[in-house]
């Protein structure tokens, strides 16, 4: 893993009407990018996605930080054969 993959990049993605800022490590970025395309969606439907099950039946209080689901996200999806 290179400094690049290691750098903090921040991006914007729209989860239904609202638009917030999200800061990953680059590697994270490109991951999920992959994993999207392999799905068939982009990036903001993925995160969508993810975060509805982040928050789906659970105390909005409880629940996981975005940036942390989607870290959690792509390790899930490395670990599946």
Do not use: Y
Request: glycine fraction near 4%; charged fraction near 30%; hydrophobic fraction near 45%.
């Amino acid at each position: 893993m290179s400094a690049a993959d290691a750098r903090i990049r921040k991006r914007s993605v729209t989860i239904g009407r609202h638009r917030t800022s999200i800061s990953l490590e680059a590697a994270f970025w490109d991951e999920l990018q992959a994993i999207a395309e392999r799905r068939g969606l982009s990036l903001n439907a993925l995160v969508a996605d993810i975060d509805r099950e982040r928050l789906q039946g659970r105390d909005l209080r409880d629940a996981t930080n975005l940036s942390s689901a989607l870290r959690l996200h792509v390790l899930e999806a490395l670990k599946r054969p």
